[in-house]
């Protein structure tokens, strides 16, 4: 391999991972934020139906690096894992937490954009293209909801 070829693939792997432990992060930031919406059965359905979709990212995120003989960072997963769950409980003691945890949501939503077309775009110009088809198919699977269709939503 080339050295820009190395790099690319370097860059590649790094960014798989990260964005690994960022879909870990959301799991749990979302599994305590969708315990305590009792009150907003639509929220909390959909909830759970974008927990089941970021479960499924994570697997194809595994898949994609078993195809590198590679994994997740377990350091990188555990700590994204913990800071999520911080700041999970740090909206508990707002009053307008629902509105807090929507906004949070929604920007988060957006990283998860950039990291996958990132991604993409590594993954073509590596010629990656065993990960491309999973990593558009998660990205077609971020779940973002318009401002008013969460605040409505409940």
Known sequence: ??????????????????????????LSIMAPQ??????YPEVSDQMRRHIDETEEQVRRLDEILAGFDSGGSALKDAGLSLSGS???????????????????????????????TSLLTLAEEG???????????????????????????F
């Open 86 to 116: 911080m700041a999970a409980m740090v909206h508990t003691v707002a009053g307008d937490e629902i509105l807090k945890n929507s906004f949070a949501n929604y920007a988060f939503e957006h990283f998860e954009i950039a990291g996958y």
């Open 127 to 153: 010629g990656y293209s065993q990960a491309t088809p999973l990593l558009k198919q998660s990205l077609d699977g971020v779940n973002i909801p318009h401002p008013p269709d969460v605040l409505f939503a």
């Open 34 to 39: 969708v315990a305590r919406i009792e009150h």
């Open 1 to 26: 391999m080339s050295f820009h070829q190395d790099t690319l693939r370097e860059l590649f792997l790094v960014g798989a991972r990260n964005l690994h432990a960022v879909e870990k992060q959301a």
